[in-house]
Every structure is written in structure tokens, then in C-alpha cells.
């Protein structure tokens, strides 16, 4: 129905256009004068302009759209270059192009539109940018630019929509975070040490027959002294450490935040020699095994960068169908914005049960918690669940009291 009214507008306006010429003709042979002509005249080219717009074609146009790169962190500014190229210098009164973008980026904040107003005249090749202060996270899709042409008098207008593919992928923002265990206990294989080797330096158990490869400072020179050869200092061995992420991701107006952290944490791990794994329920159930690498930091990057908080099941909920498929012991860091005694029951059988458990409680950057929380961490820290408050800007305090001791 819309194609058919579409072209009968075209019809109508070229059949107006037709009458309106005939028409000043017509008063200007009939009336005589220098008034009827000079009336004549002057809407002549007007009339011819519009005329030659019905035969200008649309499909001579070239357009194409530049972005600088395809991987952003989110609350990074983009701009983008749309480039229009002809064939012919047909004067063009003017040329109104519309980058079609999804609403996560139509509603950012743009310090350029993306629509945009031109007099090309009669220019071949033409150009607009726009920009978008902050891109939100996600991946985002271009698809079409639209552009429209007009004559003066409004009677000629064209439209057409040109495919024009883009690909853009908004990581999460994340904060550089200083990684460290709330614990140190070796034996048990709670926690991991603070330094990236794997023995404690400070704590030797024997002497053992001096090997190539070790350090100068191992050598216990009284047993070496007694037994005529270097005999090195034997060291306990640390247990290695691995971490398990679990995100909330039921919908909450800190969710940004949430993910932000996460990413933030995942990669403070990482970068701190330890091994990670990620587990979110969202619209669907997403597991990333413990590994490390860079690889694996990119796989939950992008993950986090298209996550949703569109889940009907809560942590709680979560802790009880999957925290125990976990097969070794862990470190399980919970990230939330909602703390509830179900919660913290989960959280510490899961502790008794699979190693020692962080909740980080997210808050947004001024937000103070309520009465029912503050009780809630004190029964949380009697039943073995350390509780660290997080606020939005101030990642790097979640670690301070661990960096005091």
C-alpha cells in the first residue's frame, strides 16, 4: 500500500509541475506584458530543474562509511566518515544523508548527529562526519545510510537506502586493578601467595643437592660447608591458584557497574599469573572453564561485551545448580548488587564445601548501604563469606585492605 501511494505522490507532483508550466505560459501569451513574461521566465528554470531531477538517477551515487577500528572500550568516543561519490556534476540544491544506527547507539550521546544537511552544488565527491562521545558496551551493527534529494520548490524529492555494512564491538570498561588473595593458606589451597613464583622464599623445610637453574640466594652455605658440595635451601611449594568469577546478571540499574567490575577482576587475575574461570546466566547459561592466557582473557571480554542483564534466576539460584560442578578447589568471587541471607547461605556451603568465598557487593558511586545490609555482612563474615563493598570509580579500593598487610 505504501509503494502504491509513493508513487501516485510522484505522479501527483509531476503532473503539478506540468500544470504550473502551462499554467505561466498560458498567463504570459494570453496577458501579454513585461510582468507575465518576466513571470514566465522566472519560474522557468525552476520548472527545467525539476524536470531533469526526475531523470537524475540515484543509482550513480557511491556510498561508503569509514570507521578508524572495530574494538572500543566502552565511554570511548567514535567518529565516523561517510564519503558520497558521483559520476557527474549535476547540480544538486541539496543532499540530506541518515545513518541508520541501532537504538544503543541512536540514543548515546552525540556531539554530531548522524543525520546531516548538505549543499553539494556541484561537487563529485562529498563528506560528513559525526561523532559519538561514548560508545555504550555491546556490538553494534551499521547497516544502511539513507539519502534524499529535493529541487527548490519541494515538488521533486528522491529517496534511496544503500546497504552499507559496518561492524563495531564495545568492550567493557575496566578499571587497572592490583590483584590480590584475602588469604594465604598454602597447604589448604585456598588462596594463591602474592608473588608469581610458586614457592615461598621465607619459609624453608630442608636442603636438597644443588641443581643448575638455581638461584645464588637458595644456597644454605653451613650444609654445603658440612657436606663439601652446595646443597640448596628446599622450599614449601605453593598450591597453584584458581579463580571462579560468578556475575549476577538479573536486572538491576548497576548492571553496567557489575560488568565493569568483572572485567576489571578478570583481568587483574590474570595479569597477576593466576588462572580464571567465568560462569554468568543470562539468557542463556555461559561457562568459561579456569585457564589463563591471553586468548582466554579475549573470549570473556567478548562475552562481557554482549552479556544482558536479562536473567530469571538468582545468584543464590545459580550458586546451588552449578557452584558445586566445580571439581577442584577454587577461590569463588561473587559479583552482585543485591546481598540477601539466601545468598549468603549458598555462599558459605559452597565455602565449606569448595574453597573460600569473596562477595563483592556493587554500589553506585555514592550510594551508602542500607541497615539490612550492614547486618547481613555481619552474619556473612560469622559464616565464613567475606563481604567487600565496591563503589562505581573506585575499583581499586576492593584490594586496599589486602595491600595494607
Not at 565464613?384 to 579500593?397: P, S
Amino acid at each position: 500500500m505504501k509503494k502504491w501511494w509513493n508513487i501516485f505522490k510522484k505522479a501527483w507532483k509531476f503532473i503539478l509541475l506540468l500544470f504550473l508550466i502551462v499554467l505561466t505560459f498560458s498567463y504570459a501569451m494570453f496577458q501579454g506584458g513585461f510582468v507575465s513574461w518576466f513571470l514566465f521566465y522566472s519560474f522557468s528554470p525552476f520548472a527545467i530543474y525539476c524536470i531533469a531531477m526526475t531523470l537524475y538517477s540515484l543509482n550513480q551515487l557511491k556510498v561508503t562509511r569509514v570507521l578508524p577500528k572495530t574494538d572500543y572500550n566502552a565511554g570511548e568516543p567514535l567518529k565516523v566518515t561517510v564519503t558520497i561519490k558521483r559520476y557527474s556534476s549535476f547540480p544538486l540544491f541539496y543532499l540530506m544523508i541518515t545513518d541508520q544506527l541501532d537504538d544503543s547507539l541512536n540514543h548515546a550521546n552525540q556531539e554530531k548527529k548522524a543525520k546531516a544537511l548538505l549543499f553539494p552544488g556541484i561537487k563529485k565527491q562529498f563528506t560528513y562526519e559525526y561523532i559519538i562521545n561514548e560508545l555504550p558496551r555491546g556490538e553494534h551493527f551499521f547497516r544502511n545510510i539513507t539519502i534524499n534529494l529535493g529541487d527548490p520548490l519541494g515538488l521533486i524529492e528522491k529517496e534511496k537506502t544503500y546497504t552499507v555494512d559496518g561492524r563495531i564491538i564495545v568492550y567493557p570498561a575496566y578499571t587497572e586493578l592490583l590483584y590480590q588473595p584475602f588469604e594465604n593458606h598454602f597447604e589448604q589451597g585456598l588462596t594463591a601467595s602474592r608473588e608469581r613464583v610458586q614457592r615461598d622464599t621465607s619459609m624453608a623445610t630442608g636442603v636438597r643437592d644443588y641443581q643448575s637453574g638455581d638461584r645464588f640466594s637458595w644456597i644454605n652455605w653451613k650444609a654445603s660447608a658440612k657436606r663439601n658440595m652446595l646443597m640448596t635451601k628446599e622450599f614449601e611449594q605453593r598450591q597453584s591458584h584458581d579463580v571462579y568469577v560468578v556475575m549476577d546478571c538479573v536486572p538491576d540499574k548497576r548492571f553496567e557497574v557489575i560488568v565493569s567490575f568483572t572485567a576489571s577482576l578478570v583481568r587483574a587475575v590474570l595479569k597477576k599469573g593466576a588462572q580464571v574461570g567465568l560462569l554468568t546466566i543470562s539468557k542463556e547459561r555461559a561457562s568459561f572453564p579456569i585457564r589463563g592466557g591471553e586468548q582466554h582473557l579475549q573470549q570473556i571480554f567478548y562475552h562481557l561485551a554482549k552479556i544482558e542483564a536479562k536473567s530469571f534466576s538468582s545468584l543464590e539460584k545459580v550458586l546451588e545448580t552449578d557452584g558445586l560442578f566445580i571439581q577442584q578447589i577454587v577461590s569463588f568471587l561473587l559479583v552482585t548488587a543485591q546481598l540477601t541471607k539466601p545468598l549468603i547461605e549458598k555462599a558459605s556451603f559452597l565455602g565449606q564445601r569448595k574453597g573460600s568465598v569473596t562477595l563483592f557487593l556493587i554500589k553506585a558511586e555514592k550510594e551508602s548501604p542500607t541497615e539490612t545490609e550492614r547486618s547481613l555482612i555481619g552474619v556473612a563474615n560469622a559464616r565464613g563469606v567475606r563481604v567487600v563493598m565496591v563503589h562505581e570509580g573506585n575499583f581499586t579500593a576492593a584490594f586496599s585492605e589486602v595491600n595494607l598487610r
